[in-house]
């Protein structure tokens, strides 16, 4: 395995993963957020491998596929419709996903 | 009798079902009796119906028994990945987010399997959301090794491999982002393939890394990989992914199977079998002296960016599965925390509440890949070395029809030995991965036991829709130890 450089600090620190976590919308737990910081560090020491390529002339790859666009017709098709829709929703009433008050003052639109 | 048919294959049971030899509420109640025997200790299965298989393989029974046409897996048994949406039972991903989610339409893949008249008898265990390498990471249930049941099954997914194994089933689905069907299928001994990219239609496969998902069957052998292939495969308007069928045209797979392939080139890289335990490495090699007996030529090449697969895939991979994850939000579906503060919480606690450590591990580690000023150090990084990758591949089938190697550098490992380090448990999947970047085919076979008596596994790598050459390749190499 790549030899692990720079041992004492972490390529990710704890504000790091603070803010990543926030992003990714997980309230990660205090234990969750020092375990992490330490294990995404080491995960991210072995990606910098990635770095003795020179990548300069190369074209990104996303996608390995010939296939560009797909176009279709845009004609109207059956859809699921509110019941299937609203099957497994955790929360409901007949015709919306229910979710706490977003804004505080009625009309605030 | 029902241990009679438990010895057929896909294939012999699909035959012997149609000629009215056998009897397919049989075959149901012969994998049922399994399952009643074996599963308590396997766990392969998060669910199963018992009900409703016995009753589509009656209806079955009576349509052969009246000369009606049936499809071309009439009344055989198959079990399926619980990351496939399915209109009956519950889609879990073997997620606690998703452990109560019935889905209101069926994968085109389900679709094709109920079209050619195969039975659904349940749904296998897997890493939660198919990331993962032991199927440890599933948050419903453990799967152990039918060979040993202190080793893990391979992953992620682990319950195919292991139904399938164990005659619980007699093939099933499974999906492959980074390895996910071969490596079970090494540890449990079955075959296992992953069609190219975009062969088979994801329409309903749950998303994990988009552009290197693709659904493939685990059998007991080629020819039923085969079989199911033939079912599977073919362009789907819901997934415009899915290849045309004039770029890729649809092959019999089954009825080419026994054609050896003529004039066989096979290309080896010998700097990879540096990595891998030394009785795979005489496995593989004895495989490859097979090859040789049977006339292919072998050829040395080199792969000078293999080695940096792995650390492309796990920015790609966790990239695409922080986007894909965005969903579960605790609104539409699935799981949602109690007492919420705020609507943010809905979300946070929800997906923090429901997701287990190495979901969250990878859509951290995708975040953060994806981020304002990491992007271009991580994230396209990545993209620009899977072009490179790719390009090994592309230099590699110039030369030869196919590339053999390791399916998993080891046999299966014990429960709980990697996991303490995911790294170690990413390091694992060394010689499969570079097969989903660059979106070619290959295919898993057995090929020998090591000292514990736990399978080997035979990578066979082909070229981009050699599906073809693939299989007739694999089966030249089965049909001389079988």
Redesign the interface.
Known sequence: ?EQRKNMGQKK?DIE??KQ??K???????EA?IAQ?AT??S???E??E???R?D?AD??????????NN?L?EDRMKPS?GTE??L?????KDEQF?L????LEEPGGF | MSKDILKLTCRGLRDSIAKGETKSSDAVSAVFAQIEEHDAKIGAFISTFKEEALKKAKEIDEKISKGKPVGSLAGVPIAVKDNMCTTFGTTTCASKILE???S??NATVIEKLLAADAVIIGKTNLDEFAMGSSTENSGLKKTVNPRDPSRVPGGSSGGSAAAVAAKMCFAALGSDTGGSIRQPASFCGVAGLKPT??RVSRYGLVAYGS?LDQIGPLAQNVADCALLLNVIAGHD?KD??S??EK?APIVNWLEKIDQPAAGLKIAVVPQLFEGADSEVVNAIKGAIEVYKRNGAEVIEIKMP?FE?A???Y??IATAEA?SNL?RY????????TKN?A????????S??EA?G?EV??R???G??AL?SGYYDA?Y?????????I?GDFTAAFERADCIIMPTSPTTAFKIGEKTAD??QM??SDVYTIAVN???VPAISIPCGFDKNNLPIGLQIIAS?FQEEKLLRIARMFEREIK
């Open positions: 395995m990710i790091q993963v990543v976590a992003l990714a919308r997980l309230a990660l737990s969750e992490f294990q995404l080491a995960i991210l072995y990606v491998k990635l770095n390529l990548t190369v074209e990104p790859l996303a996608h390995c596929l010939p296939i797909c279709r699921l299937k829709t099957a497994n929703a955790p929360q996903f979710v706490p008050k977003i | 109560n989610f019935r209101p339409y990219y975009g552009s308007e415009s992914t290849i045309d770029t960016h940096y792995i650390a492309a796990y920015l922080s965005a939000d605790g609104v539409h579906y699935g799981y949602r919420p705020d609507y943010v919480e809905v979300y946070s606690k997906r923090n997701f450590q969250k591990r859509i951290m580690l975040t953060y981020s991580y396209l990084k990545a993209l620009k070395v899977r072009n490179l790719r995911p790294l990413y390091l970047l660059a979106g981009t």
